[in-house]
């Protein structure tokens, strides 16, 4: 099983100012990864698939990047919806397994 | 719109057995991988099984190998949870997914409790 180990558990982020999540695979996953959203009460929002590639209908400022280990989701002008808890998540292989998330809150 | 709704959560006895179902709508169901995720207690999202658009293929997580069973319905637009010899451990919220590698749309999730 490949393990998915996020950071920072929690980053404290202003807005409007750019916030840097990482995920991290313990065998590499060349670009199988996917990143989520989720705010409390509802269910994950895929914003980010094949590492890099953005899901319809997610803005601009979320970005992915990354391959292999070592991936990077990056909100940019942190908006007041984007305080939520971030997952990645891998499908390179079964089973698929999630990171335990970082949660983005208000600084 | 795309709906999924879940169904079939409820308090069991360890041991006992339970079917989830999640009627989807608003897509077309049979052209899609479908999965089951749960989330028990205070912990993290884990994968429990997927299956192929004509059910001909599953995959299951090795906790619940042997004990939970994934199908499917195409004429009715419908997928299954079988669940038997239920443990504590199973205890979690159960989501149904649309998509097999990463799911772009999740119900909102039925509580299976496993207790005595």
């Known amino acids: 099983e490949i393990v998915m180990t996020q950071s920072p558990a929690t980053l404290s982020v202003s807005p409007g100012e750019t916030a840097t999540l990482s995920c991290r695979a313990s065998q590499s996953l060349s670009s199988d990864l996917a990143w989520y959203q989720r705010k409390p009460g509802q269910t994950p929002r895929l914003l980010i698939y094949?590492?890099?590639t953005r899901a319809t209908g997610i803005p601009a400022r979320f970005s992915g990047s990354g391959s292999g280990t070592e991936f990077t989701l990056t909100i940019s002008s942190l908006q007041s919806e984007d305080f939520a808890v971030y997952y990645c998540q891998q499908y390179h292989i079964w089973p698929r397994t999630f990171g335990q998330g970082t949660k983005v809150e208000l600084k | 719109e795309v709906q999924l709704v879940e169904s079939g959560g409820t308090l069991v006895q360890p041991g006992g057995s339970l079917r989830l179902s999640c009627e989807a709508s608003?897509?077309?169901?049979?052209?899609?991988?479908m999965s089951w995720v749960r989330q028990a207690p205070g912990k993290g999202l884990e994968w429990v099984a997927n299956i192929n658009q004509d059910g001909s293929g599953s995959n299951y997580v090795d906790s619940v190998k042997g004990r939970f069973t994934i199908s499917r319905d195409n004429a009715e637009n419908s997928l299954f949870l079988q669940m038997n010899t239920l443990r504590a451990e199973d205890t979690a919220v159960y989501y149904c997914l649309r998509g097999g590698y990463y799911p772009d749309f999740w119900g909102q999730g039925t509580l299976v409790t496993v207790s005595s």
């Open positions: 608003g897509f077309a169901f049979i052209t899609y991988w």
């Open positions: 094949a590492a890099s």
